[in-house]
């Protein structure tokens, strides 16, 4: 008997329930109820047990998302986001079955293997109606809002809708002599940040979040650390910090008169303190340690405020993924995402480089809106998302078409 057989067999002895009853119950054969406690049948069967019994897996926060979203998107937030190419390598299974649990298509045992590799345990716990009646709506569907427009942001911002956004996620530019920027005073900073930030609170929607990911920059010696900057313009605008995140890491450039810096800040920004997303169950920290401690919240830690995440390393140490020199990981992107928003919204990022924020709004069923001005990264982003597409759809390799700014601003406001 296997884990996730074990455990259907342990809802049907609780509910005190014969195969016969089970299947009636769930509109399925006993035999199949007799394979699924054997740890064999499909993921299809295993849904209808656990809705006609009201459980559901323990891990499995999210109602609105089936099994198979629910292993994509554990699989996005993973802290070295595993790519299908891993997981298969972890399982023992092929890319193209893996593929097909994430789309609730094939078999159970491929589905534990899933969850087992990402470090999920197969338990399954009573789902509170709450949940149970977010399961049964119609399933909120995978947003296909997917648009990549090259150009300024200053000036494309304007022509989206008002409203229209439940997330902005980015990286600004820092000001660090990055090769795709112009050097600024700080106070030509200061003017930038302003300019740009304007146009977030008309763009949000009522419970919408904003995360700048910020770091310094050098004017001269002087060091300015970017939240300094961006903490008076956004309480301006009417934003309130739920909190800064720090974001550690190993690696990067060491200095003579600092010390090296490891970190980066996440600031999290909201404009109505009693109402927005917090989606916590949905990001807890589920490492071995954590489940394994009888003192602990049995659903997973709070991450707390300090996020070790490894960066996409430059130089030697680079990996085929390295594509823009400031790349914001994966996992970053996803963990935020699942924090502010649901399947279904929109997500924003008005500095998008090589498109991290939408490798992940992609992969968790949510819509992206990418901007930037650079070609060489659009094509970058272009490529990744390609990749992506083709990964959850071989059928549908979609080629993002890139907009242009002079597209948007003849379709005025949209
Ligand atoms: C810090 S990088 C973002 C990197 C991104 N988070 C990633 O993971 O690849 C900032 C990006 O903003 C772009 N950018 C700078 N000013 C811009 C503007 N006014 N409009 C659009 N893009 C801009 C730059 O070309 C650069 O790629």
């Known amino acids: 008997?296997?884990?996730?057989?074990?455990?259907?067999?342990a809802i049907r002895t609780e509910l005190g329930h014969s195969q016969e009853d089970l299947a009636t119950l769930s509109g399925l054969s006993p035999n199949t109820i007799a394979g699924l406690e054997r740890g064999r049948g499909t993921i299809t069967s295993l849904d209808k047990v656990l809705r006609a019994t009201g459980y559901r897996l323990k891990h499995h926060y999210d109602a609105a998302m089936s099994l198979g979203q629910h292993v994509a998107t554990r699989r996005a937030m993973s802290q070295e986001k595993v790519s299908l190419q891993t997981l298969a390598q972890l399982t023992g299974k092929s890319k193209p079955t893996l593929m097909n649990v994430e789309k609730d298509r094939g078999r159970i045992e491929s589905l534990a293997s899933a969850l087992t590799a990402l470090g999920q345990p197969i338990a399954f716990v009573k789902a509170a109606p709450e949940w149970l009646a977010e399961a049964e709506a119609p399933v909120k569907p995978?947003?296909?809002?997917?648009?990549?427009?090259?150009?300024?942001?200053?000036?494309?911002?304007?022509?989206?809708d008002p409203g229209s956004i439940d997330l902005v996620l980015?990286?600004?530019?820092?000001?660090?002599?990055?090769?795709?920027?112009?050097?600024?005073?700080?106070?030509g900073y200061e003017d930038f940040a302003r300019e740009w930030t304007c146009h977030l609170p008309g763009l949000l929607s009522d419970k919408g979040a904003v995360w700048l990911n910020l770091g310094y920059?050098?004017?001269?010696?002087?060091?300015?650390?970017?939240?300094?900057?961006?903490?008076p313009i956004m309480e301006e605008l009417g934003f309130h910090l739920v909190q800064p995140i720090t974001w550690s890491f190993r690696g990067g450039m060491t200095y003579r008169r600092r010390?090296?810096?490891?970190?980066?800040?996440?600031?999290?920004?909201?404009?109505?303190?009693?109402?927005?997303?917090?989606?916590?169950?949905?990001?807890?920290?589920?490492?071995?340690?954590v489940?394994?401690?009888?003192?602990?919240?049995?659903?997973?830690?709070?991450?707390?405020?300090?996020?070790?995440?490894?960066?996409?390393?430059?130089?030697?140490?680079?990996g085929p993924d390295k594509v823009h020199p400031c790349q914001m990981p994966v996992p970053i992107a996803s963990r935020i995402i699942e924090t502010s928003t649901r399947v279904g919204a929109t997500v924003l990022d008005p500095f998008a480089g090589s498109g991290t924020t939408a490798?992940?709004?992609?992969?968790?069923?949510?819509?992206?809106?990418?901007?930037?001005?650079?070609?060489?990264?659009?094509?970058?982003?272009?490529?990744?998302?390609a990749k992506i597409e083709a990964q959850h759809d071989p059928s549908m390799a979609i080629n993002t078409p890139v907009?242009?700014?002079?597209?948007?601003?003849?379709?005025g406001t949209r």
Not at 360 to 373: L, P, S, V
């Open 1 to 9: 008997m296997t884990a996730i057989g074990a455990a259907i067999g």
């Open 142 to 160: 995978r947003s296909s809002i997917r648009r990549v427009i090259e150009g300024d942001c200053l000036s494309i911002m304007e022509t989206l």
């Open 170 to 187: 980015t990286s600004p530019p820092y000001n660090a002599g990055k090769e795709y920027e112009k050097r600024l005073t700080r106070q």
């Open 217 to 231: 920059m050098l004017d001269g010696r002087k060091l300015h650390p970017l939240e300094y900057i961006y903490h």
């Open 259 to 289: 010390f090296a810096h490891r970190t980066e800040r996440l600031l999290w920004w909201v404009r109505d303190l009693d109402n927005y997303e917090f989606r916590l169950d949905h990001v807890r920290d589920l490492c071995e340690r």
């Open 291 to 318: 489940t394994a401690d009888k003192r602990s919240n049995p659903l997973g830690n709070n991450p707390t405020d300090l996020w070790p995440v490894k960066r996409v390393a430059g130089g030697p140490a680079a």
């Open 359 to 385: 490798v992940a709004a992609h992969e968790m069923g949510r819509g992206y809106i990418m901007i930037e001005q650079e070609k060489r990264y659009i094509r970058k982003m272009k490529d990744r998302l």
């Open 403 to 411: 907009e242009k700014e002079t597209d948007c601003a003849d379709q």
